[in-house]
């Protein structure tokens, strides 16, 4: 049978192979031309059983064939034998079974035709002269196999063998004009369209067996199926044989063991690709209109006849996964990023501002941008200029809160302004090589910050790296209240009634309450606590990337393996949570506020705009803002180009002015509350995406399930906000959600972006032998020393983005941002744009003829 792939019965008949790509003999090919030539054909035959099928097809062999009557009976009741399929058994069946008969007789193929197109094969025995049913039987409404079946597909079968009664071969290719259902013919019950029938004398069994093969490899190929379908006469059908043959790869003989079944690709050229329909790719959402605000009206345009579906498509038991999973990742990071602006800004801005305004500007922006996908958060290269900007407040007596009002407000200026004016424009100057640069930088920022935290944790609980078993007895520790104005060794006032036990009795939290300190070799040692922490780290981070790794595995049903993998940050989390709950150690809890109040007292929320600063504040700020501005596009706009790549198959379109406008006009109403200023999250932002990710539902053994896309809606988003303002309210139930378990989170977001970029392929290359690389599509076109300089010049500028973002000059990021366009630019006088068409994209304007042309120069084989 085919379905997709080949499968073979295996020897003793009792399970079909793994599926493999059909190996054909090139004699077969040529003799199957041969039948279709010479061989009776008919197209568009108007019948709706298969004994009118088989009873048309001998009635119309031309009688100069010298078919006698009395054969032509033998063969219609030879035709017309009930067929006998090849059963999938359970386990415990095939346990129980000592011995199974062979299969014997005629071998039939049957083939589901679909755009996918699939192909089974049920045998027909030498016995059993009932006319196939008509009615679908219960085995094939109870074949598992139908689940692999796409809805809309239809079969078909090729019959052959030899047989004793006939001289001269007999040869019918048949189309149905409608497809019907042909009972118990097929393995499962599905229309039929196509019939392929070969019965010949003895002595050639063989050859018939492949020539059959070659029909049922040949109606498995997409192209020949539009032939097919369409064809009006015998010659269109051999004209798509000979397009199927030109196409052919012929493999040497001695070379490969003809025995050996080969194993299908994971990665197919789609029949559009074999017909040279490609075509470019061009964005839309980026073309100049020439007017005002022009391209948000576009914007809009494209994306309102979706709003109501962007609801509807949000109810799918996936999404669930995906609000929990970013939902948990936006906690952390909002925790994250709150305390360390409060360390930042004397808690002007602490844990709560951002809680509260991660859940009011991420809930609007869902509710109302252009890609809902995006996650909006506090942002490392934000959270640098906010220290800057609090140190120069400091240090010039201006209130911090009033002057960053001010450059809010002209941010958002600004940014309308850009709006207007069609800036977003740009970004299609935004390549892989700078897509890849900021992304990768990211990636490490949270890689890094994971690590640091941990590291951290390990100085808040320490590990005695001085113990030694021999010393156990000197290891002690006391409370000493000589400090607080009472002798070591006599009781304070207060306790002087009680025994003396009492102050020995004294907790760490009772000790230091009175005012005393702790002396002893043990004061600092927490036991177990640094250990289990690093623990539950890296088992989070292997569970998230094997359980989402699951999907591929070999264990287990297709359901189970989706549902894992769908479901796989929340079950590593809930299995981590449960061995810290079960071993009962103190590990280092998840703090959410419980009040509503700003986190400084000193503060209101509510900022106004004068009062505390001189008036001339207000005009100065332009000049800090227009920092502001640079670094908030280039954020947001690589964010939104890196989300709406072509591999994600979005088919909503993008919103680049409408995304914009929204964060810029968020801007005023987070500056007026002295909330934090938020953008878009490239690696939480991914993470959505990749918890979105769609495959198709069936697919053939053998075959990967196809990526359909993303499931585009606002209700993960939403919900993802919505719980992040009662959370508040939720902090007895997150209190019990361990701290290295989330920083495991945030490891594995980090890598796994870090993973789908292309950059760290080629970082990979410069490690790896030539012999040992493998076989990517850049490495064919350009050679390898290009490959290498282009992945050094990529990780100079990551790194020198690193450097500027970690030390004081951090106000110049911005402008190192848009560096990396201008690099680009220059990378044209270095490399060719043949080698930067397939490292990189194209700059707009460039002449991409010779790329185009698939010319390459001359180079030295390495």
């Known amino acids: 049978?085919?379905?997709?792939?080949?499968?073979?019965?295996?020897?003793?008949?009792?399970?079909?192979?793994?599926?493999?790509?059909?190996?054909?003999?090139?004699?077969?090919?040529?003799?199957?031309?041969?039948?279709?030539?010479?061989?009776?054909?008919?197209?568009?035959?108007?019948?709706?059983?298969?004994?009118?099928?088989?009873?048309?097809?001998?009635?119309?062999?031309?009688?100069?064939?010298?078919?006698?009557?009395?054969?032509?009976?033998?063969?219609?009741?030879?035709?017309?034998?009930?067929?006998?399929?090849?059963?999938?058994?359970?386990?415990?069946?095939?346990?129980?079974?000592?011995?199974?008969?062979?299969?014997?007789?005629?071998?039939?193929?049957?083939?589901?035709?679909?755009?996918?197109?699939?192909?089974?094969?049920?045998?027909?025995?030498?016995?059993?002269?009932?006319?196939?049913?008509?009615?679908?039987?219960?085995?094939?409404?109870?074949?598992?196999?139908?689940?692999?079946?796409?809805?809309?597909?239809?079969?078909?079968?090729?019959?052959?063998?030899?047989?004793?009664?006939?001289?001269?071969?007999?040869?019918?290719?048949?189309?149905?004009?409608?497809?019907?259902?042909?009972?118990?013919?097929?393995?499962?019950?599905?229309?039929?369209?196509?019939?392929?029938?070969?019965?010949?004398?003895?002595?050639?069994?063989?050859?018939?067996?492949?020539?059959?093969?070659?029909?049922?490899?040949?109606?498995?190929?997409?192209?020949?199926?539009?032939?097919?379908?369409?064809?009006?006469h015998r010659e269109d059908l051999i004209a798509g044989m000979e397009v199927f043959l030109d196409e052919l790869t012929v493999l040497p003989p001695g070379k490969w063991d003809p025995s050996a079944r080969i194993p299908p690709q994971s990665c197919l050229p789609s029949p559009h690709r074999r017909a040279g329909l490609g075509r470019a790719h061009s964005r839309e959402e980026l073309e100049r209109t020439g007017r005002l605000f022009g391209g948000l009206l576009r914007d809009i345009q494209r994306k309102a006849p979706w709003y109501g579906s962007d609801f509807c498509?949000?109810?799918?038991?996936?999404?669930?996964?995906?609000?929990?999973?970013?939902?948990?990742?936006?906690?952390?990071?909002?925790?994250?990023?709150?305390?360390?602006?409060?360390d930042a800004t004397a808690n002007m801005q602490g844990v709560l501002e951002s809680f509260l305004g991660t859940a009011f500007a991420g809930f609007i922006f869902c509710l109302f941008s252009g890609q809902p996908l995006t996650i909006l958060s506090s942002t490392g290269p934000v959270l640098v200029f906010e220290r800057l900007l609090f140190s120069f407040s400091q240090d010039h007596s201006l209130d911090y809160l009033e002057f960053r009002l001010w450059i809010g407000l002209w941010v958002a200026f600004f940014g309308v302004v850009l709006v207007a004016t069609e800036a977003s424009h740009l970004v299609q100057y935004f390549t892989r090589f700078t897509e890849e640069g900021f992304c990768a930088l990211i990636s490490l920022i949270f890689i890094y910050d994971s690590l640091k935290k941990m590291l951290s944790l390990a100085d808040a609980f320490p590990v005695n790296w001085q113990y030694r078993l021999d010393n156990i007895t000197s290891y002690s520790c006391i409370c000493n209240l000589s400090s607080a104005g009472w002798p070591c060794s006599s009781s304070p006032p207060a306790l002087s009634s009680q025994p003396p036990t009492t102050l020995s009795g004294l907790s760490r939290t009772q000790c230091l309450g009175r005012g005393g300190h702790l002396l002893g070799t043990s004061c600092q040692y927490v036991p177990d606590v640094t250990l289990l922490s690093f623990l539950l780290f890296g088992g989070t981070f292997l569970s998230c990337t094997a359980l989402k790794r699951f999907r591929s595995s070999r264990y287990f049903p297709v359901g189970v393996r989706k549902l894992v993998s769908d479901f796989a940050i929340i079950l590593a989390i809930l299995a981590s949570c449960a061995i810290d709950a079960a071993l009962g150690l103190e590990t280092p809890k998840l703090?959410?506020?419980?009040?509503?109040?700003?986190?400084?007292?000193?503060?209101?929320?509510?900022?106004?705009?004068?009062?505390?600063?001189?008036?001339?504040?207000?005009?100065?700020?332009?000049?800090?803002?227009?920092?502001?501005?640079?670094?908030?596009?280039?954020?947001?706009?690589?964010?939104?180009?890196?989300?709406?790549?072509?591999?994600?198959?979005?088919?909503?379109?993008?919103?680049?002015?409408?995304?914009?406008?929204?964060?810029?006009?968020?801007?005023?109403?987070?500056?007026?509350?002295?909330?934090?200023?938020?953008?878009?999250?490239?690696?939480?932002?991914?993470?959505?995406?990749?918890?979105?990710?769609?495959?198709?539902?069936?697919?053939?053994?053998?075959?990967?399930?196809?990526?359909?896309?993303?499931?585009?809606?606002?209700?993960?988003?939403?919900?993802?906000?919505?719980?992040?303002?009662?959370?508040?309210?939720?902090?007895?139930?997150?209190?019990?959600?361990?701290?290295?378990?989330?920083?495991?989170?945030?490891?594995?977001?980090g890598v796994a972006a870090l993973n789908s970029i292309q950059l760290t392929d080629r970082v990979r290359l410069l490690l790896m032998p030539a012999k040992h690389q493998p076989d990517l599509p850049y490495l064919r076109h350009v050679p390898l020393r290009r490959v290498h300089l282009f992945t050094v010049i990529q990780l100079l500028c990551l790194a020198l983005l690193w450097v500027v973002k970690s030390t004081t000059a951090a106000i110049l990021f911005p402008v190192m941002l848009l560096a990396l366009v201008g690099i680009r630019k220059g990378l044209e006088h270095i490399f060719s744009l043949h080698d930067l068409s397939w490292l990189d994209n194209l700059l707009p304007g460039s002449s991409s003829g010779e790329a185009e042309g698939k010319q390459p120069r001359k180079r030295e084989e390495k």
């Open 1 to 232: 049978r085919w379905i997709k792939f080949e499968e073979k019965v295996e020897d003793g008949g009792e399970r079909w192979s793994a599926p493999h790509v059909p190996a054909l003999p090139l004699h077969s090919l040529f003799q199957l031309r041969t039948c279709l030539q010479k061989g009776m054909v008919l197209l568009d035959l108007d019948a709706h059983s298969f004994k009118e099928i088989i009873d048309e097809a001998l009635s119309r062999w031309p009688e100069e064939a010298e078919l006698q009557p009395e054969l032509r009976e033998r063969l219609a009741a030879l035709l017309l034998r009930q067929p006998r399929h090849q059963p999938t058994k359970p386990l415990l069946r095939v346990l129980a079974e000592l011995s199974l008969s062979p299969c014997r007789g005629w071998r039939w193929a049957e083939q589901l035709l679909h755009p996918e197109c699939l192909v089974t094969a049920p045998r027909v025995p030498s016995t059993a002269p009932r006319v196939p049913s008509t009615a679908p039987l219960s085995f094939q409404l109870r074949n598992r196999l139908k689940k692999k079946v796409p809805s809309g597909a239809e079969a078909a079968h090729v019959a052959v063998g030899e047989v004793d009664f006939l001289e001269k071969p007999f040869t019918a290719f048949i189309r149905l004009r409608q497809a019907v259902a042909l009972g118990s013919l097929a393995e499962v019950a599905l229309p039929s369209r196509f019939l392929f029938i070969l019965l010949g004398p003895h002595a050639k069994a063989k050859a018939y067996h492949e020539v059959g093969r070659a029909m049922a490899t040949l109606l498995t190929d997409e192209l020949f199926q539009r032939v097919a379908r369409q064809a009006e």
């Open 313 to 342: 498509d949000g109810l799918h038991p996936q999404c669930l996964s995906a609000v929990l999973y970013i939902y948990l990742a936006t906690v952390t990071n909002a925790i994250t990023f709150g305390g360390m602006l409060g």
């Open 591 to 749: 703090l959410v506020p419980s009040e509503l109040k700003p986190t400084n007292p000193a503060r209101g929320w509510i900022v106004f705009p004068f009062g505390a600063n001189p008036w001339w504040v207000c005009l100065v700020s332009a000049v800090p803002a227009v920092l502001v501005t640079i670094l908030i596009f280039m954020d947001q706009q690589i964010t939104a180009v890196i989300l709406n790549r072509r591999e994600y198959k979005l088919k909503k379109g993008a919103g680049f002015h409408l995304d914009f406008l929204c964060v810029s006009l968020l801007m005023v109403v987070t500056s007026v509350t002295g909330l934090p200023w938020y953008v878009s999250a490239t690696v939480i932002s991914l993470a959505h995406m990749e918890s979105l990710k769609r495959e198709s539902a069936t697919s053939a053994p053998g075959e990967h399930p196809e990526f359909l896309g993303i499931r585009e809606q606002r209700l993960s988003g939403l919900a993802v906000f919505i719980l992040m303002g009662v959370s508040v309210f939720m902090a007895p139930i997150l209190k019990h959600i361990p701290m290295p378990v989330l920083y495991g989170v945030f490891l594995h977001m």
